[in-house]
């Protein structure tokens, strides 16, 4: 299973290793990253496999959203075939 990760907000410090560090806790694997700073702003999506995922995935949310507030960043989690239904970041 695969899922895709969007992060934005005002760019600082640690925002990619405050992510990151929940990835490797709980075992996902990111496949593919692309991330951007336009005008101060942090954005930053990636596709990541959950095939060794080592909690539930709504625990996965919860943890990357706390991540993402510590920093003051919004993290979304969602399941590769919503977003692509949706086509939303």
């Known amino acids: ?4 990760i969007t992060v934005l907000g005002q760019d600082k410090i640690g925002i990619t290793a405050a992510i990151t ?3 490797a806790e709980t075992q996902v694997n990111i496949l593919d990253i ?3 700073i336009m005008q101060n702003l942090f954005t ?3 596709l990541v496999d959950l095939t060794k995922l080592n909690c539930e995935f709504s625990r996965l949310g919860e943890l990357l959203e706390e991540a993402g ?5 919004e ?3 969602q399941r590769e075939e919503i977003f692509t239904s949706m ?3």
């Open 69 to 73: 507030k510590k920093l003051g960043v």
């Open 34 to 36: 692309s991330q951007t």
């Open 87 to 89: 086509h939303r970041i």
């Open 44 to 46: 930053m999506v990636m």
């Open 21 to 23: 560090k929940v990835l």
């Open 75 to 77: 993290v979304r989690l």
């Open 1 to 4: 299973m695969k899922a895709v």
